[in-house]
């Protein structure tokens, strides 16, 4: 997240609003931790995450082999993972949305999957020069 809040308030990306399964207050208290600032929605109910496609993934999606070296990998980079919150099968994803058409998105497909930075910050740049 840390890397996320650096390239958003850089202006290196688009706003963002980021969507959890925690309830209202335990989203407040994780984000007043990590990224006070940060726009955040609670979707317990998991409407958003089937609005984009989402869905929960397969056990060795959640705790295969790529997410295990993923894991290693990010605690080895200090990054320890936090208490599971939510429904801990269901894949994540980014999406660069204006009004009601998404023009890119990275479903993720596993646990630990690599975000692609460039592909998202071209897509952005895209569809600002595009803007009338």
């Known amino acids: 997240m840390a890397e996320l809040r650096e390239r958003v308030e850089g202006g290196a990306f688009p706003p963002v609003l980021l969507v959890h399964m925690g309830s209202p207050e335990e989203g407040e208290l ?19 995450y089937a609005a984009f496609g989402l869905a929960p993934a397969s056990l060795s999606k ?11 990998v990010s605690t080895l980079r200090g990054h320890l993972p936090g208490k599971p919150v939510g429904d801990v099968t269901m894949m994540s994803g980014w999406f660069l949305v204006r009004g009601a058409q998404v023009l890119w998105s990275q ?20 569809a600002t020069s595009s803007t009338p």
Do not use: I, N, T
């Not at 994780?30 to 958003?48: H, M, T, Y």
């Not at 959640?62 to 290693?72: D, E, H």
């Open 62 to 72: 959640v705790v295969g082999p790529k997410v295990m070296w993923s894991g290693l």
């Open 107 to 126: 479903k993720h497909e596993h646990s630990g999957a690599a975000r692609r930075w460039d592909e998202l910050r071209a897509a952005w740049s895209s």
């Open 30 to 48: 994780f984000f007043r931790e990590r990224w006070p600032e940060a726009r955040a929605v609670s979707d317990a109910a998991k409407q958003l």
